[in-house]
């Protein structure tokens, strides 16, 4: 429903494709509804049943509500059916003849697939009386022999009736459009019939022909009844997927459709062929009437078998049809190979292939240009549509039934309605298109305009309702303007294959092999003919030879028109070029309309020459020629007879036509030409004559033979040669001239014949070759009188040759003078030029020069007085900070520092008296008192005669290269002393191999005995490593080494020192110190982290030994309330015993722990005393035997006579002394003996031995664990803790212990302190 | 009556374990050590339960185990263990491979539950 305030516009909704779009949007899979004739439950993803339809109670004992949320095996126990509820199936699955836990009546169910949700519906429908497979065979056997689609359809729809006994059923076949043609039908007297009808695709929504494909049958069993909603009920209903369900209930427009059309119950049967719906096989009864599930499922078997049946048929139709059609095919397409050219092939097949295919018109080309035929649409109007189409849609079959939808083509008004667009290259550019004329033609439509098979209206609530029409009276529609459907797909693509074989070969390279066809052989005899004719007029003339190319030129352009005439027929097909050549109207004709383009005076024969007889006696291969009335054009016709070999009957006639006209005219014009040259030939000014390569002349003019002397009559071929003329002299250069000319040079020189006296004659000589003819053609001149005049023409011109040659010579002369007097001038006039720019460039360089200049006058020397400066340079200026006018003219002492000593004072005075050069450093000052050093050079200036004129001073500033050197000194002299005075560290230098040159700091003595650094570092082995680390790596290098026995950490670095020589450094320093303290501070770390977890461990394994005791006292405790009223029980003091036993050991474990726990505290203090070991040895002796159960056994002292007095802490080594004599005495049953003895360093040595039970090998180690116990000790009471306190202790007290056993003969442990 | 056979060094505990057992007439088969359980012979004595402490003087749970599985007749046994351990380790291996395990001290009562349930089934 669409409410008016969502509607934008009422009449919107008018349009039919919106109507239908509303239908198509109907979730009708999903109504959430069933129908009555059946119930459903619904199982959740747990196997639970979630949803029950409401009419459970009408088929079971139960209301709904009762089952909601049980088990399925509540409702029925068959084992098959709750075993495949679990399994997963995406197909419905049946069970027939069920009983239920809760209905008396049997069932038939079926399982639908878990929806995505993991939903399943299962349906219950009661038993029908119906036997599946009653009937069937006969029904399969009727429907399989059947040998048309009609009649198939009627059988089908006559045994669906029987099935299941509805009023009426019919079948419907879809067309491409969906509209449904009903095309049998079996019916009750009093059901309107539908037969014939078409009805719209609108009656069967898009997602309803879906569910068609998936659920093969439909039963609406009574249109009247009211959906039973399926409980509880859930807004998204997706939950519940109905798809696959016999009981949905049906879309409320649909139930208005069928109660529209009058019926009670309605059935239908799908056909699907793949996945597509093809018809449905419409049931309906009068009155309300359900079928089981049973008669369905035999319905669909016959709607399966139907689809099967059909395919069949329709498959041997098309293969019949395919078979008829390949072979005209085959024909058309051998004749296309076979023509000369595609288009002329094209032509002449059109008519038929339009007959084969059942067009009314037919065009083969591209879009610019069309061969036609028939009724056709003009390619200018094509192009339009042509523009719409896609790329895509080109290479593709495309059918218009109804070209008024694609705009107004105005060539075909009222005649083509459809066409056919077949492409036939790979771009679909190249096309066939079929036209088809327009067909009237009436449809009966079931019911009404099927425009408005389903309208809006407003219902009483104002609100926009979808409702399926009325009416289903026939309703008549006249079409006029569609054609016939192109339905013969298979041929269309056949078509397109077959062309695309020749047309797509031919587009490639547009041409292909001449085939030997006997068409073709006839144009290509045609065609030598020709040639024939032309090599006949052959001249060697250069406009003769592109006239021929012209004519050929025009042949070969398709000059040459074909036609067929097919004798069966009596029909000629012409090419496009035929046309042409004859103005004839059509491209086929009748063969007298085709006589009839000839003129009469040649048409008989025509006639006579095409006659069947005439053809079959003799053949036809000859030429007959004939000129147009019109315009006097020259035809030439030429055919040839192509019959069956096999039968002996003439199938066709090819022929060509030919436009020979030109063909004439150029003959005239080439003999004209010829006429022309031969005027040339026979002048009489002129010697002419043609010889043959042996120098026999075969033609020449009378004029030659008179120049030679020779008779008129006397010349034949044969009786002269230009060669036997020539006098023996003029051969060499005839042969010369010869041979040039036969390379295609034309020759003319000067040559002397025999006369036929004998006398030779001067001739001038023309002569050229041919290559085509091999032939010489020669001209000859009597040339007598020229040679005199050239040469008297030639002395002439040389001399005034040789007299202006003579003037030019003088003139020469006289020009060389002059030139050598100016020479030297230049060179003078260079000299000095060169002399100014030396002294220009001198001055330049000197101001430029970044040492400075100064140069002063020598007179002082002799006079007595100051120098004065006379030049300075500009880096003396620079430096200084004076102008040139403040120093010119003064003396250089103006730029002395008083700091310059007296003694350099006075050297520098005594160079200048004795004139000779000094070098000093001196310390100058600027113009701002700025100081500066420079090296001072001083040279005297001497002129030619040896008299000094200047002193020139040259200082180079090095206040900045003193500076550097102080630096560098200082640096040195820190770094010696850091080394020197550094503990531990040294220096060594070494060249690159390591040999030591240098060696500096405090320990260097240690190195001196050694030549290498490497050797001196221990670090031999790691040699080649380093340097080569060195050398790639970088310049740095550290590395671990020793000297003598001390830990080093060197440095190695290389260096470059000022030779460029590669050099070492080694900078060691001493590390041992530092070494040994990092060794200690890791190991007292890791005694640490071992101290924390043995406390740890110490820990857990103490109270487990807890545990054991208290869990023995704790179920003895137990034991003894159990026990309570039997206190005779022997148990009894047995338990008494136990629990005192191990309250003991509880005790005496906490007692050792508290004990191990105060000596391990780091607060422990030792309280030492002087103790007498004798002493003590003997209260414990005493105290052991004491006791109950020591009482008897003896224990042995030996000491020392005199006392051993022992600094110590008393309690403790009691303490371990008791616990050894009391294991000696505990673990053996013999005298155990305690001894005392003291060495000379005063280590006092305590063994006590006994000859027990001993301890097994292997666990004397482990025996000072804690917790430890010996294995053959476990029946003895103790606590594991005892030997390992006695360690603790000695450790504590410095002393040490020692036990060594052989298991069975005794222990000895030793207590040292 | 069914018979249980015990593993456990402690003499004490394993000798009031034995009293209470009998007390509740089960059968008990007393192991003080690996090598005295290794030298059992499952054919010849019917057990329906095994009790085994997890530190034993020769070794531990673990060869106990590891024979149990091994051995046919015995790998059918229900298999309690008792025992005081606190190392995380063992807790570990108990946790990781042990059904039934009982922790020391234990009551009476704790253990006769536990022995008649796995006995009875």
Same mark, same amino acid.
């Given at each position: 429903?669409?409410?008016?305030?969502?509607?934008?516009?009422?009449?919107?909704?008018?349009?039919?494709?919106?109507?239908?779009?509303?239908?198509?949007?109907?979730?009708?899979?999903?109504?959430?509804?069933?129908?009555?004739?059946?119930?459903?439950?619904?199982?959740?993803?747990?196997?639970?049943?979630?949803?029950?339809?409401?009419?459970?109670?009408?088929?079971?004992?139960?209301?709904?509500?009762?089952?909601?949320?049980?088990?399925?095996?509540?409702?029925?126990?068959?084992?098959?059916?709750?075993?495949?509820?679990?399994?997963?199936?995406?197909?419905?699955?049946?069970?027939?003849?069920?009983?239920?836990?809760?209905?008396?009546?049997?069932?038939?169910?079926?399982?639908?697939?878990?929806?995505?949700?993991?939903?399943?519906?299962?349906?219950?429908?009661?038993?029908?009386?119906?036997?599946?497979?009653?009937?069937?065979?006969?029904?399969?056997?009727?429907?399989?022999?059947?040998?048309?689609?009609?009649?198939?359809?009627?059988?089908?729809?006559?045994?669906?009736?029987?099935?299941?006994?509805?009023?009426?059923?019919?079948?419907?076949?879809?067309?491409?459009?969906?509209?449904?043609?009903?095309?049998?039908?079996?019916?009750?007297?009093?059901?309107?019939?539908?037969?014939?009808?078409?009805?719209?695709?609108?009656?069967?929504?898009?997602?309803?022909?879906?569910?068609?494909?998936?659920?093969?049958?439909?039963?609406?069993?009574?249109?009247?009844?009211?959906?039973?909603?399926?409980?509880?009920?859930?807004?998204?209903?997706?939950?519940?997927?109905?798809?696959?369900?016999?009981?949905?209930?049906?879309?409320?427009?649909?139930?208005?459709?069928?109660?529209?059309?009058?019926?009670?119950?309605?059935?239908?049967?799908?056909?699907?062929?793949?996945?597509?719906?093809?018809?449905?096989?419409?049931?309906?009864?009068?009155?309300?009437?359900?079928?089981?599930?049973?008669?369905?499922?035999?319905?669909?078997?016959?709607?399966?078998?139907?689809?099967?049946?059909?395919?069949?048929?329709?498959?041997?139709?098309e293969?019949?049809r395919r078979?008829?059609f390949q072979?005209?095919t085959?024909?058309?397409?051998?004749?296309?190979?076979?023509?000369?050219?595609?288009?002329?092939?094209?032509?002449?097949?059109?008519?038929?292939?339009?007959?084969?295919m #059942?067009?009314?018109?037919?065009?083969?080309?591209?879009?610019?240009?069309?061969?036609?035929?028939?009724?056709?649409?003009?390619?200018?109007?094509?192009?339009?549509?042509?523009?719409?189409?896609?790329?895509?849609?080109?290479r593709l079959i495309q059918k218009?039934? #109804?070209?008024?939808?694609?705009?107004?083509?105005?060539?075909?008004?009222?005649?083509?309605?459809?066409?056919v667009r077949i492409p036939i290259?790979?771009?679909?550019?190249?096309?066939i298109?079929g036209?088809?004329?327009?067909?009237?033609?009436?449809?009966?439509?079931?019911?009404?305009?099927?425009?408005?098979?389903?309208?809006?209206?407003?219902?009483?609530?104002?609100?926009?309702?979808?409702?399926?029409?009325?009416?289903?009276?026939?309703?008549?529609?006249?079409?006029?303007?569609?054609?016939?459907?192109f339905e013969d797909d298979v041929f269309y693509e056949e078509l397109s294959r077959v062309f695309y074989n020749?047309?797509?070969?031919?587009?490639?390279?547009?041409?292909?092999?001449?085939?030997?066809?006997?068409?073709?052989?006839?144009?290509?005899?045609?065609?030598?003919?020709?040639?024939?004719?032309?090599?006949?007029?052959?001249?060697?003339?250069?406009?003769?030879?592109?006239?021929?190319?012209?004519?050929?030129?025009?042949?070969?352009?398709?000059?040459?028109?074909?036609?067929?005439?097919?004798?069966?027929?009596?029909?000629?097909?012409?090419?496009?070029?035929?046309?042409?050549?004859?103005?004839?109207?059509?491209?086929?004709?009748?063969?007298?309309?085709?006589?009839?383009?000839?003129?009469?005076?040649?048409?008989?024969?025509?006639?006579?020459?095409?006659?069947?007889?005439?053809?079959?006696?003799?053949?036809?291969?000859?030429?007959?020629?004939?000129?147009?009335?019109?315009?006097?054009?020259?035809?030439?016709?030429?055919?040839?007879?192509?019959?069956?070999?096999?039968?002996?009957?003439?199938?066709?006639?090819?022929?060509?036509?030919?436009?020979?006209?030109?063909?004439?005219?150029?003959?005239?014009?080439?003999?004209?030409?010829?006429?022309?040259?031969?005027?040339?030939?026979?002048?009489?000014?002129?010697?002419?004559?043609?010889?043959?390569?042996?120098?026999?002349?075969?033609?020449?003019?009378?004029?030659?033979?008179?120049?030679?002397?020779?008779?008129?009559?006397?010349?034949?071929?044969?009786?002269?040669?230009?060669?036997?003329?020539?006098?023996?002299?003029?051969?060499?250069?005839?042969?010369?001239?010869?041979?040039?000319?036969?390379?295609?040079?034309?020759?003319?020189?000067?040559?002397?014949?025999?006369?036929?006296?004998?006398?030779?004659?001067?001739?001038?000589?023309?002569?050229?070759?041919?290559?085509?003819?091999?032939?010489?053609?020669?001209?000859?001149?009597?040339?007598?009188?020229?040679?005199?005049?050239?040469?008297?023409?030639?002395?002439?011109?040389?001399?005034?040759?040789?007299?202006?040659?003579?003037?030019?010579?003088?003139?020469?002369?006289?020009?060389?003078?002059?030139?050598?007097?100016?020479?030297?001038?230049?060179?003078?006039?260079?000299?000095?030029?060169?002399?100014?720019?030396?002294?220009?460039?001198?001055?330049?360089?000197?101001?430029?020069?970044?040492?400075?200049?100064?140069?002063?006058?020598?007179?002082?020397?002799?006079?007595?007085?100051?120098?004065?400066?006379?030049?300075?340079?500009?880096?003396?200026?620079?430096?200084?900070?004076?102008?040139?006018?403040?120093?010119?003219?003064?003396?250089?002492?103006?730029?002395?520092?008083?700091?310059?000593?007296?003694?350099?004072?006075?050297?520098?005075?005594?160079?200048?008296?004795?004139?000779?050069?000094?070098?000093?450093?001196?310390?100058?000052?600027?113009?701002?008192?700025?100081?500066?050093?420079?090296?001072?050079?001083?040279?005297?200036?001497?002129?030619?005669?040896?008299?000094?004129?200047?002193?020139?001073?040259?200082?180079?500033?090095?206040?900045?290269?003193?500076?550097?050197?102080?630096?560098?000194?200082?640096?040195?002299?820190?770094?010696?002393?850091?080394?020197?005075?550094?503990?531990?560290?040294?220096?060594?230098?070494?060249?690159?191999?390591?040999?030591?040159?240098?060696?500096?700091?405090?320990?260097?003595?240690?190195?001196?005995?050694?030549?290498?650094?490497?050797?001196?570092?221990?670090?031999?082995?790691?040699?080649?490593?380093?340097?080569?680390?060195?050398?790639?790596?970088?310049?740095?290098?550290?590395?671990?080494?020793?000297?003598?026995?001390?830990?080093?950490?060197?440095?190695?670095?290389?260096?470059?020192?000022?030779?460029?020589?590669?050099?070492?450094?080694?900078?060691?320093?001493?590390?041992?110190?530092?070494?040994?303290?990092?060794?200690?501070?890791?190991?007292?770390?890791?005694?640490?982290?071992?101290?924390?977890?043995?406390?740890?461990?110490?820990?857990?394994?103490?109270?487990?030994?807890?545990?054991?005791?208290?869990?023995?006292?704790?179920?003895?405790?137990?034991?003894?309330?159990?026990?309570?009223?039997?206190?005779?029980?022997?148990?009894?003091?047995?338990?008494?015993?136990?629990?005192?036993?191990?309250?003991?050991?509880?005790?005496?474990?906490?007692?050792?722990?508290?004990?191990?726990?105060?000596?391990?505290?780091?607060?422990?203090?030792?309280?030492?005393?002087?103790?007498?070991?004798?002493?003590?040895?003997?209260?414990?002796?005493?105290?052991?035997?004491?006791?109950?159960?020591?009482?008897?056994?003896?224990?042995?002292?030996?000491?020392?006579?005199?006392?051993?007095?022992?600094?110590?802490?008393?309690?403790?080594?009691?303490?371990?002394?008791?616990?050894?004599?009391?294991?000696?005495?505990?673990?053996?049953?013999?005298?155990?003996?305690?001894?005392?003895?003291?060495?000379?360093?005063?280590?006092?040595?305590?063994?006590?031995?006994?000859?027990?039970?001993?301890?097994?090998?292997?666990?004397?180690?482990?025996?000072?664990?804690?917790?430890?116990?010996?294995?053959?000790?476990?029946?003895?009471?103790?606590?594991?803790?005892?030997?390992?306190?006695?360690?603790?202790?000695?450790?504590?007290?410095?002393?040490?212990?020692?036990?060594?056993?052989?298991?069975?003969?005794?222990?000895?442990?030793?207590?040292?302190? | 009556?069914?018979?249980?056979?015990?593993?456990?060094?402690?003499?004490?505990?394993?000798?009031?374990?034995?009293?209470?057992?009998?007390?509740?007439?089960?059968?008990?088969?007393?192991?003080?050590?690996?090598?005295?359980?290794?030298?059992?012979?499952?054919?010849?004595?019917?057990?329906?339960?095994?009790?085994?402490?997890?530190?034993?003087?020769?070794?531990?749970?673990?060869?106990?185990?590891?024979?149990?599985?091994?051995?046919?007749?015995?790998?059918?046994?229900?298999?309690?263990?008792?025992?005081?351990?606190?190392?995380?380790?063992?807790?570990?291996?108990?946790?990781?491979?042990?059904?039934?395990?009982?922790?020391?001290?234990?009551?009476? #009562?704790?253990?006769?539950?536990?022995?008649?349930?796995?006995?009875?089934?």
């Amino acid at each position: 429903m669409i409410t008016k305030s969502n509607a934008v516009d009422y009449d919107k909704f008018k349009n039919e494709k919106f109507l239908i779009n509303i239908c198509d949007q109907e979730p009708i899979h999903i109504p959430g509804s069933i129908q009555n004739f059946g119930f459903v439950l619904v199982l959740g993803a747990d196997g639970n049943i979630r949803f029950v339809s409401e009419n459970l109670d009408a088929f079971t004992s139960r209301e709904f509500s009762e089952v909601l949320g049980k088990d399925l095996s509540e409702v029925l126990a068959d084992p098959l059916v709750l075993n495949q509820v679990l399994l997963e199936s995406n197909k419905i699955e049946y069970f027939y003849n069920c009983t239920l836990n809760i209905s008396e009546q049997i069932f038939d169910i079926a399982i639908l697939p878990a929806t995505s949700l993991g939903y399943r519906t299962i349906e219950f429908q009661p038993v029908s009386n119906e036997d599946l497979d009653e009937g069937i065979e006969e029904m399969l056997d009727a429907l399989q022999s059947i040998d048309s689609k009609k009649k198939l359809y009627q059988v089908a729809v006559e045994h669906i009736r029987k099935v299941i006994g509805y009023s009426r059923v019919k079948f419907y076949l879809f067309d491409e459009n969906w509209n449904g043609d009903v095309l049998a039908e079996s019916k009750e007297e009093f059901m309107p019939s539908y037969y014939g009808m078409r009805f719209p695709h609108s009656d069967i929504p898009k997602q309803a022909r879906a569910l068609y494909v998936r659920n093969k049958t439909r039963v609406i069993a009574d249109v009247q009844q009211s959906p039973i909603p399926i409980l509880p009920k859930v807004k998204n209903s997706e939950a519940i997927d109905l798809s696959d369900s016999g009981l949905r209930s049906i879309s409320p427009i649909h139930i208005e459709y069928l109660r529209n059309m009058g019926v009670g119950a309605s059935f239908s049967v799908s056909v699907v062929q793949g996945n597509k719906l093809i018809g449905l096989f419409a049931c309906h009864n009068h009155e309300s009437k359900s079928i089981g599930l049973r008669a369905r499922k035999k319905c669909e078997i016959i709607g399966r078998v139907v689809a099967v049946e059909v395919k069949r048929l329709e498959l041997e139709i098309e293969e019949q049809r395919r078979v008829v059609f390949q072979k005209k095919t085959a024909f058309l397409t051998d004749h296309l190979r076979k023509s000369e050219s595609i288009d002329e092939g094209v032509v002449t097949i059109l008519p038929q292939l339009m007959k084969l295919m #059942s067009f009314d018109g037919i065009a083969i080309g591209s879009r610019e240009e069309y061969i036609s035929h028939g009724l056709v649409i003009d390619s200018v109007e094509l192009m339009p549509y042509e523009r719409s189409l896609l790329p895509r849609d080109k290479r593709l079959i495309q059918k218009e039934t #109804s070209v008024c939808s694609l705009g107004q083509f105005q060539s075909t008004k009222n005649r083509v309605a459809g066409f056919v667009r077949i492409p036939i290259d790979i771009d679909g550019n190249q096309v066939i298109y079929g036209f088809r004329r327009a067909r009237a033609k009436d449809i009966i439509w079931g019911g009404g305009d099927p425009s408005k098979a389903k309208n809006l209206d407003l219902d009483n609530e104002g609100e926009i309702r979808v409702s399926p029409r009325k009416s289903f009276e026939a309703y008549k529609i006249k079409v006029e303007d569609q054609s016939e459907p192109f339905e013969d797909d298979v041929f269309y693509e056949e078509l397109s294959r077959v062309f695309y074989n020749i047309i797509g070969g031919v587009s490639a390279s547009k041409t292909r092999p001449k085939s030997q066809s006997k068409y073709f052989q006839a144009l290509l005899q045609n065609n030598l003919e020709l040639k024939k004719q032309i090599a006949s007029l052959k001249i060697e003339n250069g406009k003769l030879y592109s006239s021929e190319q012209k004519l050929n030129l025009a042949l070969e352009s398709g000059a040459i028109g074909t036609w067929e005439y097919n004798v069966e027929q009596r029909e000629v097909i012409l090419d496009l070029k035929c046309i042409d050549l004859l103005d004839a109207p059509e491209l086929v004709m009748s063969f007298e309309d085709f006589i009839a383009l000839i003129p009469a005076d040649y048409s008989d024969n025509f006639r006579r020459a095409l006659d069947l007889d005439t053809l079959q006696r003799e053949g036809l291969n000859e030429e007959i020629r004939y000129i147009h009335d019109d315009d006097e054009r020259i035809f030439s016709f030429r055919a040839q007879v192509n019959s069956d070999t096999e039968l002996d009957e003439i199938m066709a006639v090819y022929g060509t036509i030919q436009d020979i006209t030109a063909f004439r005219m150029l003959r005239s014009e080439i003999d004209e030409v010829n006429y022309e040259l031969q005027q040339f030939f026979y002048s009489d000014l002129l010697g002419t004559f043609i010889a043959d390569e042996q120098g026999e002349i075969i033609r020449c003019n009378d004029y030659f033979l008179e120049l030679l002397g020779f008779d008129k009559e006397f010349f034949q071929i044969g009786s002269l040669n230009w060669r036997t003329l020539s006098p023996i002299d003029q051969y060499p250069k005839d042969l010369d001239m010869i041979k040039s000319a036969m390379e295609g040079e034309r020759i003319t020189y000067v040559k002397q014949f025999f006369d036929s006296s004998g006398k030779r004659v001067d001739t001038l000589f023309g002569l050229s070759y041919s290559k085509d003819s091999n032939k010489f053609y020669a001209m000859v001149k009597n040339h007598s009188l020229e040679v005199v005049q050239r040469q008297k023409a030639e002395r002439l011109i040389e001399d005034q040759r040789r007299m202006l040659l003579e003037r030019h010579e003088k003139m020469q002369r006289f020009n060389l003078d002059l030139i050598n007097s100016n020479a030297e001038l230049t060179k003078e006039i260079a000299i000095r030029k060169e002399f100014e720019k030396s002294a220009r460039l001198l001055e330049h360089a000197i101001d430029s020069a970044s040492e400075m200049v100064l140069i002063t006058d020598a007179e002082f020397v002799k006079t007595g007085g100051q120098p004065v400066i006379t030049y300075v340079n500009q880096a003396m200026l620079d430096l200084s900070g004076y102008t040139k006018e403040e120093v010119l003219g003064r003396s250089p002492k103006m730029l002395q520092n008083e700091n310059t000593s007296d003694a350099i004072k006075r050297e520098i005075g005594k160079s200048l008296q004795e004139y000779k050069p000094i070098q000093v450093r001196i310390i100058n000052e600027g113009k701002n008192r700025n100081e500066y050093v420079v090296d001072l050079s001083i040279s005297p200036v001497f002129d030619e005669h040896g008299n000094c004129i200047n002193f020139v001073g040259v200082q180079k500033d090095v206040t900045e290269e003193v500076q550097q050197q102080f630096e560098k000194e200082r640096a040195e002299r820190h770094f010696k002393m850091v080394i020197e005075n550094l503990p531990g560290s040294l220096l060594a230098l070494s060249d690159s191999q390591g040999n030591i040159t240098y060696t500096s700091g405090a320990n260097s003595h240690l190195l001196k005995k050694y030549s290498k650094a490497f050797d001196a570092f221990q670090l031999g082995d790691s040699e080649d490593e380093i340097l080569t680390a060195l050398e790639t790596e970088g310049q740095v290098f550290d590395i671990e080494g020793k000297l003598t026995d001390k830990e080093y950490l060197i440095m190695v670095q290389q260096l470059t020192n000022f030779r460029g020589e590669k050099e070492l450094i080694f900078l060691a320093h001493n590390v041992s110190d530092k070494k040994k303290l990092i060794d200690l501070r890791e190991k007292a770390l890791a005694q640490a982290s071992e101290l924390a977890e043995m406390k740890t461990q110490f820990i857990n394994t103490a109270s487990h030994q807890l545990k054991t005791p208290m869990s023995s006292i704790e179920l003895n405790l137990e034991l003894l309330t159990a026990l309570k009223s039997e206190i005779d029980n022997p148990k009894f003091s047995k338990i008494m015993a136990r629990l005192k036993e191990e309250s003991d050991r509880l005790l005496s474990l906490m007692d050792e722990t508290l004990q191990i726990s105060r000596i391990n505290s780091d607060h422990f203090i030792l309280t030492e005393e002087d103790v007498d070991l004798v002493d003590l040895i003997g209260d414990q002796k005493e105290l052991f035997l004491d006791t109950r159960i020591y009482r008897h056994r003896s224990i042995k002292v030996r000491t020392p006579k005199k006392k051993i007095i022992v600094r110590t802490d008393l309690h403790l080594f009691r303490h371990a002394f008791h616990n050894i004599l009391s294991n000696a005495l505990k673990y053996s049953e013999e005298e155990v003996e305690v001894e005392v003895s003291q060495t000379k360093t005063g280590k006092i040595d305590i063994f006590i031995r006994d000859k027990g039970i001993g301890i097994p090998k292997g666990e004397v180690e482990k025996l000072m664990t804690e917790f430890f116990r010996a294995s053959n000790a476990r029946n003895s009471a103790g606590t594991g803790l005892g030997m390992y306190l006695v360690k603790i202790i000695m450790t504590k007290l410095n002393g040490s212990i020692e036990i060594n056993s052989i298991e069975g003969k005794g222990t000895t442990v030793t207590m040292s302190i | 009556m069914k018979s249980i056979l015990l593993i456990e060094d402690e003499p004490i505990l394993g000798e009031t374990m034995v009293d209470i057992l009998e007390l509740y007439d089960y059968r008990v088969h007393w192991k003080k050590s690996l090598e005295e359980f290794l030298a059992f012979d499952p054919k010849k004595e019917v057990v329906h339960l095994i009790c085994c402490d997890f530190h034993l003087p020769d070794g531990s749970l673990r060869d106990v185990h590891a024979k149990l599985k091994a051995s046919e007749t015995l790998s059918k046994v229900p298999l309690l263990v008792i025992s005081a351990t606190a190392s995380e380790h063992d807790m570990d291996y108990i946790n990781k491979n042990i059904d039934h395990f009982l922790m020391k001290p234990f009551k009476v #009562s704790s253990l006769l539950d536990k022995i008649s349930a796995l006995v009875s089934c």
